[in-house]
C-alpha cells in the first residue's frame, strides 16, 4: 500500500513538474525560437514516454498558451500564433502519438517519424495561411524546417532526460 501510494505521490510530482515548465518555458527562455522549441519538444517527449495518455493532454496545450500570453516569441507577430493554435495543439498530439505508437521501433525512428508528421501538418497550416494574407511569409518558415529540426533536437534531448530519469527511479 504504502509503494502504490509514494508511486502516485512520485507520478504527481511529475505531472506538475511538465506542466509548470511547460507553460513556464516561453517566459523564461522566450528566444531564440530555437532554444525555446527545442526544451518544449524535449517535454513532450518526455511526458509521452513517461506519463499516461489522460496526464498528457496538458503538455500538449501548454507551452503555446505559454507563448501567446508571454507574447515575445515572435516580437509583435505573436498574435498570429492565435491561428496556429488548433494546428500546434494537434500537431503536439501527432507528435507524441507517433512516438507512443512507434513504441516497438529504434529511438531515432520514433523521432523522425514524430517529428515529420508534426512538421507536414505545420507547414501545410502555414502555407495555407501565408497563401491567404493572414499570416506573414515568416511564419512558413518558423512553422516549417525550424519546427522539423527543433522537433529532432528535442527528441535527441529527451532521450538524456529519460535516461536520467531511469536512474533517479533506481
Not at 103 to 111: A, F, G, H, I, S
Not at 116 to 132: D, G, P, R, T, V
Not at 135 to 150: A, D, E, H, N, Y
Request: aromatic residues 16%; glycine residues 6%; contains cysteine.
Amino acid at each position: 500500500m504504502l509503494v502504490l501510494n509514494l508511486q502516485k505521490y512520485l507520478a504527481l510530482r511529475l505531472n506538475l513538474v511538465i506542466y509548470i515548465l511547460g507553460y513556464a518555458i516561453p517566459f523564461i527562455i522566450a528566444r531564440p525560437q530555437f532554444l525555446t522549441g527545442t526544451i518544449v519538444n524535449a517535454l513532450i517527449f518526455t511526458a509521452s514516454e513517461k506519463l499516461d495518455r489522460k496526464s498528457l493532454y496538458p503538455i500538449l496545450f501548454l507551452p503555446s498558451l505559454g507563448a501567446i500570453t508571454h507574447g515575445v516569441l515572435f516580437d509583435p507577430q505573436t498574435i498570429f500564433l492565435v491561428y496556429f493554435l488548433p494546428f500546434i495543439w494537434l500537431g503536439n498530439y501527432l507528435q507524441a502519438g507517433v512516438f507512443s505508437l512507434a513504441r516497438q521501433q529504434k529511438y531515432t525512428l520514433r523521432v523522425f517519424a514524430s517529428a515529420l508528421s508534426k512538421y507536414f501538418l505545420l507547414f501545410i497550416a502555414a502555407n495555407i495561411y501565408y497563401q491567404l494574407h493572414i499570416v506573414p511569409k515568416m511564419f512558413v518558415t518558423s512553422m516549417g524546417m525550424i519546427q522539423l529540426v527543433t522537433t529532432c533536437t528535442g527528441g535527441f534531448l529527451s532521450y538524456f532526460i529519460i535516461k536520467t530519469l531511469r536512474k533517479e527511479v533506481r
